[in-house]
């Protein structure tokens, strides 16, 4: 199972765990099993069954483009961050 990383925000969902140990081949599956097992996980991180546009998704170290569509393995670290944006 993966491991996912509870941002502090959102750890009032897992009874102050600040990680938990999720199932799920893609992050859609992970999301969609914590939902399972810790409700009010889905509506603060998915909108439209897209990841919200003011999150990014971290698997493994990479945050990365594909949302809901990357894959996931059982070692797997997963991390929900505040999207930063910059530039000028």
């Given at each position: ?66 949302g809901m569509l ?17 530039g000028a």
């Amino acid at each position: 199972m993966a491991t996912v990383f509870v941002p502090s925000l959102m750890q009032s969902l897992t009874d102050g765990k600040t990680r938990v140990q999720i199932p799920g081949a893609t992050v859609r599956q992970v999301i969609n099993n914590l939902e399972s097992e810790y409700p009010g996980f889905k509506a603060r991180l998915v909108e439209d069954d897209r990841v919200k546009p003011n999150i990014s998704v971290a698997v493994d170290g990479e945050v990365t483009p594909l949302g809901m569509l990357e894959k996931v393995n059982d070692d797997s670290e997963v991390h929900f961050l505040p999207a930063i944006g910059g530039g000028a």
